[in-house]
């Protein structure tokens, strides 16, 4: 991976968002963190499954995001793991986000954490509930589409 690679590698997944939501947009935003938190998100120990983003007085944040405390930390080591953390972007992405989170049915969804240049990054989502017959019709696709990538394996086997 290159210094120009979109999305390095990612530190943590919410794997759940693209099951419960359709993600139309999504940013890449800062995260402000205090002491070792960033020592803890380089080695894996954050998770977002349960994280949701508010905004709140023109600025963003993400609650529920879980970030272990780092073992050799010291005494600036955060108490408070889910605290609520302040998240970097330009004033005109947080004013569409506002905008369009106030629709009904929409939200904020953090996606992914990742480390570009040393600094923790975290893909957000502007995403749309999903329906039960809808979760329903996207697993039904993906096994299709499964089905037909094992046929066509298959078939280059026996052509072989």
Do not use: C, W
């Amino acid at each position: 991976m290159g210094k120009n690679s979109t999305h390095d590698r990612p530190l943590a997944q919410n794997k759940k968002a693209s099951h419960d939501y359709f993600i139309e947009e999504t940013y890449e935003a800062g995260i402000v963190l205090t002491g070792t938190e960033i020592k803890s998100v380089r080695q894996g120990r954050a998770n977002i499954n349960d994280a949701f983003a508010t905004i709140r007085n023109g600025e963003i944040f993400i609650h529920n995001m879980h970030i272990s405390p780092f073992e050799q930390g010291n005494r600036h080591n955060p108490t408070d793991p889910t605290r609520a953390r302040k998240l970097l972007l330009h004033k005109s992405q947080i004013h569409k986000l506002l905008g369009l989170s106030k629709q009904e049915g929409y939200a904020i969804v953090p996606l992914k954490i990742y480390a570009r240049n040393g600094y923790a990054k975290l893909l957000i989502g502007l995403g749309k509930g999903k329906k039960q017959y809808d979760k329903r019709d996207t697993a039904a696709k993906r096994d299709a589409q499964r089905d037909i990538q094992r046929a066509l394996r298959e078939k280059q086997k026996v052509a072989r």
